[in-house]
């Protein structure tokens, strides 16, 4: 088998005069080798290179330069609904970012990533912020979700020399508990699952409840929003009503919570937005009004 | 901490010069680095260069070169099961690309898609419908899978010398709306969730049925199998519903869809299509016959 | 359009002489792609370059070197609960090897790979069951997500000298089959979807069944346990039950069942997890003591 990555390692300019005599078939391979590192790196470039054109504010979605040689109609789409979409009243600019990193991250989509953290930097989302999101969605969203996105944001922090002093502590004072909330919450998950799966019911209190919610470097209703948006995004459906509630409790008005719902489905798509809806309707009807 | 990608800024010729007196635990840094980036290109490579092998139509599936140096099983399934998959009557070759490209797009697996555009193109999906596909999925799966596959479909279409020609105009005249079921549509959608997400609601009426649905370079069955392949390979089992019965409407046959769900087994893994097979059975059997 | 590729083909030494007088425009479109590959290399690299510090057995997570220039929080948790997680007694750390390489097949996150199947490796999972393990997930997670897997198992099998004598035959004498609960399960399958899609009911009999589910060189219970850590890690609640009842029947205990959860709400995230709790439950529930 061909290796295609075995061209690289040679000097180009050695490479051109080798070629020079080649059988047209090694050519070929050769050319393939290139098309198989352009694709892999124009994925990433499709939306990295373009993070500095946007910082103006005026043009908050993926300018998507490519897409006039695939599909022009999503360049007119991101003119149009998309780029209207940012300038809705329901929801700050800063809250839309704070939805759509929350989605990338859940739906690990990390070719789009360096944009939106930079956007949302743009918006008013505090470095720290988003470090915090990260966490938060290591435990909401899956381990391997936050280690690719420490992987983007390092870059885009250091590109904006974004140093250590801005970001949270591993260990700061944490905000107060309400212990008689947690308390209610602990016991009734012991009784369910208790006997299920001592583990989880074990680490939901200490590391989430005790300890997570409470880091003060995202405020709990940014902390309701992030955990929102990432379970609509994902399709985890069943998990919305508690959050949602507790999101509400935290100071998510319903009229921002259904602008959540519109903003997700341009980027977790309709299916998502559609299949949340009726439990978002049945958390607004059942609170006390 | 060492930054794994520093090396490969310098000329391999000095590289290895340099490396001649160098302690070997450099070394093994060094070739930790090259390994890191044949993981990264290979990963992509993988089905990028089996492209153009597969042009004839008689292996319509990964030929998994790798899989021999991993998991010979594979290879056998491949030139068995999958391979007879594709030849099945109950769906076209090109409703079958149809099908796994938009399962891709959905699931975001942007290494299989090079691969697989090719064989629709070879398959007779034409270039503006692969184009509309996409489009159509920035909706229906999300903005960022849009933008994954266009970066992918960017360079298929420029191996093979697709150009603008080609694509579909980003606002062509609209196929004709059938106005009343249109309102009736909008009418239910707004009492139910009118109230609860009122951007999301004008957004499905103005964006979707009203503009997206209607453009003319995919037809409207085409469009229906798209998005009922990406909410099964997508989990979206409370979707399926509605749009089975509106693919249906739009032609596709009874026959055809239980071959999608089965198509999708392979594509999309047998617990998606076993989750889509109790929905797809009620649709049928609440049909009019 | 700038291609962002163009710079890599030519010699750095080269590339540094003629930057010297270039414009500074054209410098930063330079740094640009550079920063462009860095961006794709590091995502791979996070987890590659880790790899070998951590064969010892005493870091059996990831040890996010990256994550104190984003988010120090991380490794807290890394060293902290993450770390304890693979001590608790309920489950061996070969069988948590099993379920996280197996959540991250059905999750397609390929840039942990490297880490958790060398980790896998470290923890007694041999190359063979690796490989077992690939191909089972080709059809219970979906054929892409087996080749992305082949792609990063062939680096890290080469890496490690595993050659083709580790691994499986392509078709090895099989398992002796339980043919009355294979003909019960079948025609339950039959009367149930045999109608509505006559193809995926003949595949589930001829290719899982009476083949993959026989193949020697992955125990029934791992397979079992592979098959169930995928459904959950992906959000297949409803295909728990089976499943779950198979891989008791197969010897899984309900202690391992219940750290199973425990463990995926880490690497799958906490509301797959919590989504999984009630079905498992009342799998629990419903078994003969």
């Known amino acids: 088998m061909v290796k295609p990555w075995s061209g690289w390692r040679r000097s180009p300019t050695n490479n051109t005069a080798s ?23 124009s994925l990433i470039a499709t939306s990295w290179a373009q993070g500095d054109d946007t910082k103006d504010g005026r043009k908050p979605m993926q300018t998507v330069n490519d897409s006039g040689m695939v599909a022009p109609a999503l360049e007119k789409y991101a003119q149009g609904p998309l780029a209207e979409l940012w300038k809705r009243p329901g929801l700050t600019p800063r809250d839309r970012s704070i939805v759509t990193i929350s989605a990338l991250i859940a739906r690990n989509q990390t070719i789009e990533m360096p944009y939106y953290f930079n956007l949302a ?6 470095p720290r912020e988003i ?24 870059e885009v922090f250091a590109e904006r020399k974004i140093g250590a002093d801005q970001l949270p502590p591993a260990s700061p004072a944490l905000l107060p508990l309400d212990e008689d909330a947690e308390v209610k919450r602990a016991t009734a998950v012991e009784q369910q699952f208790g006997k299920v799966a001592p583990g989880i019911v074990h680490y939901t209190a200490d590391v989430l409840f005790r300890d997570l919610w409470l880091r003060p470097d995202l405020a709990p209703r940014d902390r309701s929003l992030v955990t929102v948006s990432a379970l609509i995004a994902s399709g985890q459906v069943a998990q919305i009503t508690y959050h949602l509630n507790r999101a509400m409790d ?26 949340a809806l009726p439990v978002v309707k049945d958390v607004f009807e059942k609170r006390p009004h």
């Open 121 to 126: 930097l743009d918006n008013g989302v505090k």
């Open 19 to 41: 070629d020079r005599g080649s059988h047209p078939e090694l050519r070929k391979v050769k050319m393939k080798r290139m098309a198989v590192m352009v694709a892999a790196l």
């Open 131 to 154: 470090s915090e999101i990260i966490t938060h969605l290591a435990f909401y969203s899956g381990w391997a979700n936050a280690m690719s996105a420490v992987a983007v944001a390092k």
């Open 250 to 275: 935290n100071g998510l008005t319903q009229e921002q919570a259904g602008e959540v719902v519109t903003h997700l489905a341009f980027y977790a798509g309709w299916p998502n937005a559609f299949s």
